[in-house]
């Protein structure tokens, strides 16, 4: 009888622990409508990578040799579509171009990749003005990313994105220096 008693007991303790301490998942972005204004305005323009979580450093791996990253968004002649520029500055001093291109599926809120199926990026509110956090997932890895108009946020800004990946199991975290100059974005 005791050890049932103890058994509920930690039950309830456990139940009360998750409502009292545990954070709350972001509120979801909708990618066709953000603060009043039609996609893709909102996400048009530069963005500064910041931070990303993960539960494991191997997801994050890629990021490690990086300084910085500038991304500029810009919407495409075909609807439901944006294209992504970024320059990579890598601690080297090196700079390195990307290009990716997105699509929003109608009625879903999840962005997919062009020529990668496996990955889903969703968008997420952020505490941080000018900010966005932003889930990818795809074989094997899941991680979440800050990203900013400004490429120093407040700090607390970065605490709270580590804060809030934390309590959903991103265990791992990692900050851009952001030391060195960003590259300029091609004009392409």
């Known amino acids: 009888m005791f050890y049932q008693i103890l058994a509920a007991f930690f039950h309830l303790f456990g139940i009360l622990y998750d409502s ?9 972005l909708n990618p066709l409508r953000v ?33 910085n990253i500038l991304f500029n968004m810009a919407a495409s002649h075909v609807p439901q579509k944006l294209q992504l520029r970024a320059t990579i500055r890598m601690k080297n001093g090196h700079c390195v171009p990307r290009k990716w291109t997105y699509h929003l599926t109608e009625g879903s809120t999840d962005l997919k990749t062009e020529g990668r199926p496996d990955m889903k990026t969703e968008l997420f509110y952020s505490s941080c003005p000018d900010g966005i956090m932003l889930r990818e997932t795809g074989q ?20 709270e994105f580590q804060s809030l990946t934390f309590s959903l199991n991103s265990k791992a975290f990692l900050q851009t220096p952001r030391e060195i100059e960003a590259c300029e974005l091609s004009s392409d």
């Open 20 to 28: 009292i301490y545990q954070s709350s998942k972001p509120d979801q």
């Open 35 to 67: 603060k009043g204004k039609e996609f893709p305005g909102p996400y048009l323009g530069q963005w500064y990578f910041i931070a990303g979580a993960a539960s494991t450093q191997e997801e994050l791996a890629i990021f490690v040799p990086v300084d």
């Open 140 to 159: 094997g890895y899941q991680r979440f990313l800050l990203y900013n108009r400004s490429p120093q946020p407040p700090e607390e800004c970065v605490n």
